[in-house]
Every structure is written in C-alpha cells, then in structure tokens.
T-cell receptor, first 114, second 116 residues
Framework: DSGVTQTPKHLITATGQRVTLRCSPR?????VYWYQQSLDQGLQFLIQ???????AKGNILERFSAQQFPDLHSELNLSSLELGDSALYFC?????????????FGQGTRLTVV | AQKITQTQPGMFVQEKEAVTLDCTYD???????LFWYKQPSSGEMIFLIY??????QNATEGRYSLNFQKARKSANLVISASQLGDSAMYFC?????????????FGKGTKLTVNP
C-alpha cells in the first residue's frame, strides 16, 4: 500500500459527460501529480500541485482541470468527455525538495468513456 | 525528442536467473534523478529504486540494482534471482525540474515475463 488513495477505482461514463477523480496523498506529502496512462500515449504527465499551488503543467487538455485543496487532497475534473479520454488516471504524491522525490502512486482510476 | 528510451518492448527470463532491463536518458541538467517502477497486471505503479545523478555508487534495493553509467546516459535495472511475481511492465523514469516544480518523464516500458 503506497499510502496514496484514489477514488473511484473504476468509472464508466458517456461521451460529453463530466467526471471528477479524487486523490488523497500520503500523509506529509505536499506535492500531488496527475498522470494519464493510455495504450497509445503511455504514461503522460498532466499537472502538478504543491501545497495548493499549480507548479508544473504537462499535456493537459483544456477540457481537464485540477485543484489541490487546503487539506492537500486533489481533484481532477474531466469534462466534455470523448472516447479517447478512456485511460488509467494516476495520482502520485511526493515530498518535494527532499532530494529523492520519488513519487508514490495510487491504484489509479480506470475511466471508460462509452 | 524522447527523453527516456526503453528499447526492449518485451523480455523473457527463466525463474531464478538474472535479467537486465535497459534504459537510456537524455538531459542537459546536471542534477536529475532516475527511477524504476513496476506495474503488474493489476495496474498499480510500484516504486522500485532510485539513482541520483550525483550518487557515487549504484543504487541497490534487495534483488534490484541499478547499473548507472553516467557518461553513457544509461540506467539499466538488474533483477537478480527472478521470481514468477516479477512478471510485469517495468518503467524507467527521470525527474525533470526542481525547486518545487517537478515531474517524472516515463519511458514506454518493458514487459518482463518470467518463465517457470
């Protein structure tokens, strides 16, 4: 158990809909990352938050947004969903600035858009 | 340009044998970190081992060791005494950024199959 909790584990929704993925980081970790894993694109970095602030942005679509709340949990919002958004979405957390900064991953949310 | 290259889409190894999974990276930053993660069929990403660019010795964690050759920009994962439970996807990753803005860039992965 990595200590990172993601909910829900599975999500099936229709095209055009909006969903929210939730992540609780490990205790003490200030940094949260979101990644998308699809068969054709591999593991893609989406966005990083550190103590409530957006710090780094990757290949995140405009239809996607994220935030990190004062209690450090984070949510990834996906809207106007398309079939191609079907993927495994990971949240990871780390203690940034500690040198190693390995990211511990949650179990992922498997999103299926039908 | 691809920053992490894993040239072996699939590898096979006999149980109890050692196996090396290749990873090369590309960066101009003098400070970076290299990681290996394991992803079994259940889907979770499991951290295995870390190597910092300034580390003088190769990292080891149990049966995992990292063969770090800085001049060649390679960070190969060596798994000794393979077990059936080692069958999984293995991803090499590099930390980019610093000062609170960081991300991991992943390779495309190597699928390892351990045969009995």
């Amino acid at each position: 158990d990595s200590g990172v909790t993601q909910t829900p584990k599975h999500l099936i929704t229709a095209t055009g809909q909006r969903v929210t993925l939730r992540c609780s980081p490990r205790s003490g970790d200030l940094s949260v990352y979101w990644y998308q894993q699809s068969l054709d694109q591999g593991l893609q970095f989406l966005i990083q938050y550190y103590n409530g602030e957006e710090r780094a942005k990757g290949n995140i679509l405009e239809r996607f947004s994220a935030q990190q709340f004062p209690d450090l949990h984070s949510e990834l919002n996906l809207s106007s969903l398309e079939l191609g958004d079907s993927a495994l979405y990971f949240c990871a957390s780390s203690v940034v600035g500690q040198g190693r900064t390995e990211a511990f991953f949650g179990q992922g949310t498997r999103l299926t858009v039908v | 340009a691809q920053k992490i290259t894993q040239t072996q889409p699939g590898m096979f190894v006999q149980e109890k044998e050692a196996v090396t999974l290749d990873c090369t990276y590309d960066t101009s930053d003098p400070s970076y970190g290299l990681f290996w993660y394991k992803q079994p069929s259940s889907g979770e990403m499991i951290f295995l081992i870390y190597q910092g660019s300034y580390d003088q010795q190769n990292a080891t964690e149990g049966r995992y060791s990292l063969n770090f050759q800085k001049a060649r920009k390679s960070a190969n994962l060596v798994i000794s005494a393979s077990q059936l439970g080692d069958s999984a996807m293995y991803f090499c990753a590099m930390r980019e950024g610093q000062g609170g803005s960081e991300k991991l860039v992943f390779g495309k992965g190597t699928k390892l199959t351990v045969n009995p």
